[in-house]
């Protein structure tokens, strides 16, 4: 067993890549990372699978190894391939210290017997022997590699940004493929989680955050308080419930200066989808 220190830094990296909102089907009285939360995309519904540590139905076997290339090659212990549903492009990213701790913690949790549920997706986005191919296309594994020109803040934040927090996954707009454009990293999504608008995050002043102050972002990614005085709701609520609230100050002042140094993307598909409502 993990000794407390890693547990504790386990929970923290834990809460900071999101597990316990996609692993735990809120909506109907799930128990927590028992999975079966229903995520529906425009590639079809995905449900997200028992990650307690239950030996039977959840990951209960894995080993350190295991757990490793999951989350760095998104591969399973049998070798089957991942869908990109689950963040690998990503968790790729992680050290596999922060890795290995986010997996002492999840094993020093209950263990739930709940028989994971198949993916409802229309092919060929539920043939899974395809996703080889589009691994070969999109995906490259490696850790997160810091800029030495850059401040250790500002290495930390994009580390949170780009790998453990994966905040491209829903911030960016995806093809046909499902692959992120990354021309058009974190400058919004129309088509998010559950057919949601995911806003773009990028310093732009007409269509993303260019107007906000630091301040603002940092009580958005705290409280969930936006700067006209709302509270940011639905998927981002969560995320603000489960993770960014329960960061450091300083990761989320290194989150904001990482986010607030990129180049500003004018995105106009939040706007064209507001005007067919």
């Not at 999975?35 to 350190?64: A, C, M, Q, V």
């Not at 092919?123 to 191919?133: E, H, I, Q």
């Not at 995320?239 to 607030?260: G, Q």
Request: charged content about 25%.
């Amino acid at each position: 067993m993990a000794a407390g220190g890693e547990l504790k830094r386990g929970q923290y990296l834990f809460d900071a890549a999101g597990c316990k909102g996609c692993h735990t089907d809120v909506k109907n009285k799930g128990k927590p990372l028992a999975g079966g939360r229903k995520l529906k995309t425009p590639f079809g519904t995905y449900y997200s699978p028992n990650i307690t540590p239950d030996e039977e139905t959840g990951i209960g076997k894995w080993t350190n190894a295991d757990f490793v290339r999951a989350l760095r090659q998104g591969i399973a212990p049998d070798g089957g391939h991942y869908f990109p549903v689950f963040p690998y492009p990503s968790y790729t990213g992680i050290t596999e210290r922060d890795i290995l701790d986010i997996k002492a913690y999840i094993f020093s949790t209950a263990p739930v017997r709940a028989i994971n549920r198949p993916h409802d997706v229309s092919p060929p986005f539920g043939w899974r022997f395809l996703v080889p191919l589009w691994k070969a296309l999109y995906f490259t594994t490696g850790s997160f590699q810091a800029e030495p020109a850059r401040s250790k803040q500002w290495n930390r934040g994009a580390y949170l940004v780009r790998a453990l927090a994966h905040c491209g996954e829903c911030h960016t707009p995806r093809n046909l493929l499902g692959a992120v454009r990354t021309a058009k990293e974190l400058a919004g999504n129309s088509q998010g989680p559950d057919g949601g608008i995911v806003p773009n995050i990028t310093p732009d002043r007409k269509t993303g955050i260019g107007k906000w102050s630091h301040g603002d972002l940092e009580e958005l990614l705290d409280s969930g308080m936006l700067p006209d005085g709302d509270f940011a709701g639905s998927e981002m609520g969560e995320v603000i419930d489960n993770s960014t609230s329960r960061l450091t100050k300083a990761d989320r002042k290194a989150v904001v200066d990482y986010i607030r140094s990129l180049a500003p993307v004018e995105n106009h598909l939040e706007a064209k989808k507001k005007k067919k409502k």
